[in-house]
């Protein structure tokens, strides 16, 4: 099955407002990536965690190991936020810093 | 500047050519992986490389092979490309693994299989 799980799949949320996006693990991860996929297709770095939270602006991002989850808030969703948001997992043991990605969530912001 | 280039940015290849995508950084970092991304997916890693001259198999390396000739260059090849391999490909470099896993990704090469 998926090591790792996104939902929802996707979103379409009101210019302004706000929306908490949810990754759920099913290996041991260490530390997590959160991508952001513009339109054009490129990858975007948003946040490295290890077990703890950021926040960078109208981003803020939570991962819980115990858990095995994490989660990315937007806060005052705008336009530009629009594209796929990928989560990305590090499992304990893997070698090399292998990632292993979710199937991502389509956002699309709406005037 | 760019930290991880990619060429060529698209390509249309037949099947049965040989195909090599390659992949420069200036990250000075020493692990490199190439990803593929089938449309509405996320990506799936095919091989990885810690150190020049030295390469892994990924979860889906078959029908893929990669070389990693310097610190800065790893190239991916598809020697007798198929249909099913038409996606976009990513490489990616990074310092470490644990605590410095964090990947950087290059601008993706979008490959198309007639």
């Known amino acids: 099955g998926d090591k790792v799980k996104q939902s929802p799949s996707a979103l379409s949320l009101q210019e302004g407002t706000n929306s908490a996006l949810r990754c759920n693990f099913s290996i041991a991860a260490t530390t997590v990536q959160w991508f952001l996929q513009n339109p054009r297709g490129s990858l975007m770095n948003l946040f490295y965690l290890v077990p703890g939270t950021k926040e960078n602006g109208r981003l803020k991002s939570a991962f819980d190991s115990k858990e095995s989850y994490s989660t990315l808030h937007i806060r005052d969703a705008q336009l530009e936020d629009s594209g796929t948001y990928f989560c990305a997992a590090e499992g304990r043991g893997s070698a090399l810093g292998r990632l292993h990605f979710g199937a991502g969530t389509q956002l699309i912001v709406i005037p | 500047e760019a930290a991880v280039t990619q060429s060529p940015r698209s390509k249309v290849a037949v099947t049965g050519g040989k195909v090599t995508l390659s992949c420069h950084q200036t990250n000075n970092h020493d692990y490199m992986y190439w990803y593929r991304q089938d449309t509405g997916h996320g990506l799936r890693l095919i091989h990885y490389s810690y150190v020049a001259d030295s390469t892994e198999k990924g979860d889906i390396p078959d029908g893929y092979k990669a070389s990693r000739p310097s610190q800065e260059n790893f190239s991916l090849i598809l020697e007798l490309a198929s249909l099913s391999q038409t996606a976009v490909y990513f490489c990616?470099?990074?310092?470490?693994?644990?605590?410095?896993?964090?990947?950087?990704f290059g601008p993706g090469t979008r490959l198309t299989v007639l």
């Open positions: 990616a470099s990074s310092p470490g693994q644990g605590a410095f896993a964090e990947q950087f």
